[in-house]
T-cell receptor, first 114, second 117 residues
Framework: AQKITQTQPGMFVQEKEAVTLDCTYD???????LFWYKQPSSGEMIFLIY??????QNATEGRYSLNFQKARKSANLVISASQLGDSAMYFC???????????FGAGTTVTVRA | GAVVSQHPSWVICKSGTSVKIECRSL??????MFWYRQFPKQSLMLMAT?????????EQGVEKDKFLINHASLTLSTLTVTSAHPEDSSFYIC?????????????FGQGTRLTVV
């Protein structure tokens, strides 16, 4: 079974608008961590934000915020005030328990239009 | 932040030859590193977990004799693609967690684009 599901293969967003990228996860381990990474065409993986399963508040990092709904097992990424440089592929990932290997979703390609 | 350096960034090799890719943690010690493979427009798939001083743990379906992993020190893991074939052409990327950062961020190398001709 897929551990991380990203259902949006591609999205277009207007510059300065907000965009929400969906991510749902599946795990039976009560301790887990959720990550979002940005991958531009260069291939590098850029860390955006992290949410731990026991964190009480939704994570925020600058223009990035994570809408963590534990009961629904969703961890959507919200990018506010989109910029042209935000055009990239975005991956949701999870690690479970004491293991540090990451399971990745299929990714969502975001294209920001001027 | 913590830095992971991967070398080379890209390599072209002839079919049947072997290629070694290095992954170094520059400012932290990494007892465990991970190797991923990514085909164009697809997700990252974990190939193996590299453990310092012991054998690597391979994911199901990954040939351990083809993808040799050595983790001889706390800052260096290497992936050798042996007897490479065109179907091995892919983007290979390594990662490690830094305990100093509370293990809340996996640091990735720059990745290696391998083309086998």
């Amino acid at each position: 079974a897929q551990k991380i599901t990203q259902t949006q293969p591609g999205m277009f967003v207007q510059e300065k608008e907000a965009v929400t990228l969906d991510c749902t996860y599946d795990t039976s381990d009560p301790s887990y961590g959720l990550f979002w990474y940005k991958q531009p065409s260069s291939g590098e993986m850029i860390f955006l934000i992290y949410q731990g399963s026991y964190d009480q508040q939704n994570a925020t990092e600058g223009r990035y915020s994570l809408n963590f709904q534990k009961a629904r097992k969703s961890a959507n990424l919200v990018i506010s005030a989109s910029q042209l440089g935000d055009s990239a592929m975005y991956f949701c990932a999870m690690r479970e328990g004491g293991d540090y290997k990451l399971s990745f979703g299929a990714g969502t390609t975001v294209t920001v239009r001027a | 932040g913590a830095v992971v350096s991967q070398h080379p960034s890209w390599v072209i090799c002839k079919s049947g030859t072997s290629v070694k890719i290095e992954c170094r943690s520059l400012d932290f010690q990494a007892t465990t590193m991970f190797w991923y493979r990514q085909f164009p427009k697809q997700s990252l798939m974990l190939m193996a977990t590299s453990n310092e001083g012991s054998k690597a743990t391979y994911e199901q379906g990954v040939e351990k004799d083809k993808f040799l992993i050595n983790h001889a020190s706390l800052t260096l893991s290497t992936l050798t693609v042996t007897s490479a074939h065109p179907e091995d052409s892919s983007f290979y990327i390594c990662s490690a967690f830094s305990g100093d950062r509370g293990n809340t961020e996996a640091f990735f190398g720059q990745g290696t684009r391998l083309t086998v001709v």
